[in-house]
């Protein structure tokens, strides 16, 4: 098999300035390169860049693909809008980790196939997954979640790891936390079971009256200096910062009025049994499924042979004529439709006489010993 590796990087917060493009291109000349985007597979040699450098400095998302099985995905954002320490929890440093980078965070899902891999290939692959940094941001923590049962999934010293707080939304996750899911290859099953303690939605964005209301609570002073960021720097990511500040204060309010506690947290083993549990119960439905389906497919075609019988039934001299002459013509295609029509009389014959076709096929095999094209046709139909 020969080697294959897909690198993707995107800058989203910002285009590359002409000084950053230019180290980029140093490292390749064969990359499709913008002043957004680096694009490269290598079916030999390395890439020559470090790519942990280029997240620091100039990108904002990286995919990864080898058809040895690593699948790799990094977001980069600013510190300020995910905290290292709400992100500690659902990292174990391999298949999820987080760095830090200057004023922003790099955050790494890596996702490794022990068995003989398929060939895959990276392209049109990142881009589904790029709204994940947007809702990272927003301060969706699902993906982080989805992070940790990777981590447990292929570890055999988590079992007694207790899981880290369970986000809203686990069990709706939308396109790109689905496309998520298959590409760090997360057993669906294992989501499955650990979205049943998520509450159905994740957090819902406002709408503009609540939004209003909001910004009317803020200080001039906070609100003067987010409009001045606005102008001024041209912030892609102040939208998200003050999303995330509103369901901050939201979700502060909504907890302090419910006073519910959240259901405990459960082991990566209870889950992974879980998860095993689910898998089987609906390999049997899905076993059972089919073995129906088979069954009534059988039934259909029993039904549909019967009646074609039926409707030759009376026939048989006219049909052993139409084989004759049908061998006569020593054509390949012919010697199958002679063939076939032969089950059909035997079929018919097992309904009456068997005795009269056993006797006209041992005939039929005499005179035409010489024709081994025939004769091999004869032999695969059971005649």
């Known amino acids: 098999m020969s080697e294959y590796q897909y690198y993707e990087f995107q800058a989203i917060d910002r285009p590359l300035r002409a000084e950053e493009l230019a180290a980029v291109r140093a490292c390749s000349s064969r990359a499709r390169i913008t002043s957004t985007s680096f694009i490269n597979e290598y ?51 391999e298949s999820m980790k987080l760095q830090r980078a200057g004023d922003h965070v790099v955050l790494t899902f890596s996702s490794a196939e ?142 302090a009025e419910a006073g519910a506690e959240r259901p405990a947290p459960r082991t990566a083993c209870a889950l992974l049994e ?29 039904t549909a042979r019967e009646r074609h019988l039926d409707s030759l039934a009376g026939r048989e001299t006219q049909l052993w004529r139409k084989i004759n002459d049908l061998i006569a013509s020593k054509l390949p295609k012919n010697y199958d439709q002679a063939v076939g029509l032969l089950v059909d009389l035997r079929d018919l014959a097992a309904r009456s006489d068997e005795r009269n076709f056993s006797t006209a096929l041992i005939d039929l095999r005499a005179t035409h010993s010489r024709k081994p094209g025939l004769m091999e046709r004869l032999a695969r139909a059971g005649l």
């Not at 079971?193 to 009317?216: G, N």
């Not at 390999?283 to 069954?295: G, L």
């Open 43 to 93: 079916n030999w040699g390395d890439f020559k860049g470090d790519e942990g450098q280029w997240m620091a400095r100039y990108y904002d998302a990286f995919l990864y693909v080898a058809n040895w099985g690593t699948h790799t995905l990094k977001f980069r954002l600013p510190a300020r809008l995910l905290d290292p320490d709400a992100v500690k929890p659902y990292c174990d440093g």
């Open 274 to 302: 879980a998860a095993a549990s689910r898998r089987a119960d609906r390999e049997r439905s899905t076993a059972a499924r089919e073995a129906a389906e088979r069954v009534r497919r059988e039934r259909e075609l029993a």
């Open 114 to 255: 022990d068995d003989e891999p398929e060939w895959e290939e990276g392209s049109g692959r990142l881009t589904p997954l790029l709204p994940i940094r947007d809702q990272l941001m927003r301060g969706d923590q699902r993906a982080l979640y989805l992070g940790w049962l990777l981590s447990i999934q292929f570890s055999d010293d988590a079992a007694e790891a207790l899981e880290p707080p369970v986000p809203p939304g686990l069990g709706r996750l939308g396109a790109a936390l689905e496309n998520l899911v298959e590409f760090l290859r997360v057993d669906t099953d294992l989501v499955d079971v650990a979205a049943v303690v998520s509450t159905l939605s994740p957090v819902k964005p406002p709408d503009e009256a609540e939004l209003v209301a909001w910004l009317a609570r803020q200080s001039p002073r906070e609100k003067d200096q987010w409009l001045a960021r606005f102008v001024l720097q041209s912030e892609l990511v102040l939208p998200a910062e003050l999303m995330q500040r509103f369901l901050r204060d939201h979700a502060t309010g909504q907890h």
